[in-house]
């Protein structure tokens, strides 16, 4: 009887440890059936960094509003991040990057940003001819980086000159003056003060234009440093 006894009490132990095993390998397998073993990226860019992030993890607790975020930091160049998983081991990438709509001239620097004002590449001798020219007298942000309120008004400058036919040339920002000296491609130059809106500047020359058109007479220069908008005629 007392052997019995004995053996009845480590029967649950044993009933445990078997089970304790079968956990541990349910466990075990688990992770090693959804580590993530495949990363297909839909991209135009070459490189994606960050993705020591991603490889080798679960694929279950992937957790992918940090991931994106992580992504973004690391890849300046991608305006956004779509992340997709494919039981039971492979992560899909798809990105969006950022278009180059204007360059900035500091020195012989030539930085590209997007329209959002993100520096997304340094000067290549290939790049589109048609980028919109900024020039400053002082250094530009740190790539990747948003530029500064003033670099995103002159950004303002040009899509709000294109909306009525007056295409910039180039604009200048310059510090010494406060003020913003924008170049049309019809050769008129205007001279802003920062504070200025440019919706409101595009719509102001608009009325100036038409009004000396329809006496024959043709702009050259604006100056709206002061209350009143200073006209110089051609020929004047």
């Not at 790539?143 to 899509?159: C, H, P, Q, T, W």
């Not at 919706?199 to 024959?216: A, H």
């Amino acid at each position: 009887m007392h052997y019995h006894i004995q053996k009845f009490k480590k029967a649950p132990f044993v009933i445990f440890g078997i089970l304790g095993i079968c956990f541990l390998t349910f466990f075990i397998s688990f992770f090693l059936f959804f580590k993530v073993k495949k990363i297909i990226i839909i991209s135009q860019e070459s490189t994606l960094f960050g993705l020591n992030e991603i490889g080798e993890k679960n694929i279950f607790f992937l957790d992918f509003a940090k991931l994106t975020a992580y992504l973004l930091d690391q890849n300046p160049t991608i305006k956004s991040v779509h992340l997709e998983k494919k039981y039971p081991d492979t992560v899909i990438i798809k990105t969006e990057e950022r278009i180059t709509y204007a360059q900035i001239f500091v020195g012989d620097k030539k930085i590209n940003i997007d329209y959002d004002g993100f520096i997304v590449a340094y000067h290549k001798e290939n790049l589109n001819e048609y980028l919109r020219p900024i020039y400053m007298d002082r250094n530009p942000p740190v790539a990747g980086n948003s530029a500064d309120v003033l670099v995103l008004k002159a950004i303002r400058y040009f899509d709000e000159f294109e909306k009525i036919d007056q295409n910039l040339e180039k604009v200048t920002v310059e510090d010494s003056s406060n003020s913003y000296i924008l170049l049309t491609e019809s050769q008129i130059t205007l001279f802003i003060p920062f504070s200025e809106d440019p919706k409101i500047i595009s719509s102001s020359l608009q009325l100036i234009l038409t009004r000396f058109r329809i006496e024959g007479k043709r702009v050259t220069k604006v100056n709206f440093l002061f209350d009143k908008p200073i006209i110089t005629l051609a020929n004047e």
